[in-house]
């Protein structure tokens, strides 16, 4: 199994440019997410989904935007990027750990990180 | 306020020193409770998680974690050390947001060095 795989890997984008970063998983997960992770920030929730066709804001969504039209993707937009936007970027999917118990843990991919100039 | 709090920043041990991370949160209510380390230029990779029961969970790599629920702590340990783990770790909480659906939030992450 890959298990969770972003593409790209690298980009370099000028400032006002978009983008769409692709997240793919492969283990049948109902959860995904989106984080960005800066220096002595953590990881930060961008946004979510729980299932096929629904999508919910994080902590930090302006400037992004997601869609989950297929369970197994979940791809998130930069409509102008801009500096700011300068990070790493995690997709992370998973799992219902039991009747009302909410997602287990979560599996991460390689992560993309994007330079914004 | 910050939901997941890591107290240290940075942690510098030598060899064969034991370690504690201290992780609070400030959630009401049911919350699952993560540790994660990401090894340099590395993703996330789960140590250990707890759901209920045992409130002692070990965890791989020798990691273990105890959940108190009166403080609203879940402390990473590890009776000795080695270079290998040299890495940051992250505490994470997963709750019922306000949107009735569940969020998985993290602390700012504790860098670990470790002296051979």
């Known amino acids: 199994n890959a298990g969770v795989t972003q593409t790209p890997k690298f980009r370099v984008l000028k400032t006002g440019q978009s983008m769409t970063l692709l997240c793919a998983q492969d283990?049948?997960?109902?959860?995904m997410y989106w984080y960005r992770q800066d220096p002595g920030m953590g990881l930060r929730l961008i946004h979510y989904?729980?299932?096929?066709?629904?999508?919910a804001k994080g902590e930090v969504p302006d400037g992004y935007n997601v869609s989950r039209l297929k369970k197994q993707n979940f791809l998130l937009g930069l409509e102008s990027a801009a500096p700011s936007q300068t990070s790493v970027y995690f997709c992370?999917?998973?799992?219902?750990?039991?009747?009302?118990?909410?997602?287990?843990?979560?599996?991460f991919g390689q992560g993309t990180r994007l330079t914004v100039v | 306020a910050q939901s997941v709090s890591q107290h240290n920043h940075h942690v510098i041990l030598s060899e064969a020193a034991s370690l504690e991370l201290g992780c609070n949160y400030s959630?009401?209510?049911?919350?699952?409770l993560f540790w994660y380390v990401q090894y340099p230029g590395q993703h996330l990779q789960l140590l250990l998680k707890?759901?209920?029961?045992?409130?002692l969970v070990k965890g791989i790599k020798g990691f273990e974690a105890e959940f108190i629920k009166s403080k609203f702590s879940f402390n990473l340990r590890k009776p000795s050390v080695q270079w290998s783990d040299t890495a940051e770790y992250f505490c994470?909480?997963?709750?019922?947001?306000?949107?009735?659906?569940?969020?998985?939030?993290f602390g700012k992450g504790t860098k670990l060095s470790v002296i051979p």
């Open positions: 992370a999917s998973s799992y219902p750990a039991g009747k009302g118990a909410g997602p287990s843990e979560a599996f």
């Open positions: 283990m049948n997960h109902e959860y």
């Open positions: 989904s729980v299932g096929e066709g629904t999508t």
């Open positions: 959630y009401g209510g049911t919350v699952n």
């Open positions: 707890y759901f209920s029961g045992d409130p």
């Open positions: 994470a909480v997963n709750r019922l947001s306000g949107a009735g659906s569940y969020q998985l939030t």
